[in-house]
């Protein structure tokens, strides 16, 4: 893991030092390259993931075979025109892997801009819905 990783884990380890945060539920939500974040940094006592536009800038190969190895909950989501963030949810969706959830929307948005996309379900929505299964 690199530097960035390294600060996805100090952020989580930070997290879970403060009082009004249960430690056994943190579920990490990175977009674009802080989806990579997310996913290096998430461990075993991590509740789940979720992948918005993922990146692959720090996995760039395998990010299927990680996503499957974390055997956490992971809601992977991208527009169908970012086509390496597609491609990727896409590739983890048809794998079959336990707990993963894909999200797909029509346009071409990447990363935060997500949030902007006019297509339903609205993201917030879809995030919140998902937060509050993995953590029943």
Known sequence: VDDIGRDGQAAL????TISSIDPDHIALIGASIGADVALLACDAACT???????????????????????GKPALCV?????????????????????????????????????????????LSDVLIEWLAEIFR
């Open 13 to 16: 380890a930070f997290a879970r």
């Open 48 to 70: 789940g993931v979720g992948l918005i536009s993922p990146g692959a800038v720090l996995i760039p190969t395998g990010y299927s075979e990680r996503i499957e190895a974390l």
């Open 78 to 122: 991208a527009a169908d025109g970012d086509e390496g963030a597609a491609r990727i949810c896409t590739q983890a969706s048809q794998q079959g892997i336990a707990g993963f959830t894909l999200q797909q929307y029509v346009g071409s948005e990447h990363g935060t801009a997500m949030f902007k996309n006019a297509q339903m379900p609205d």
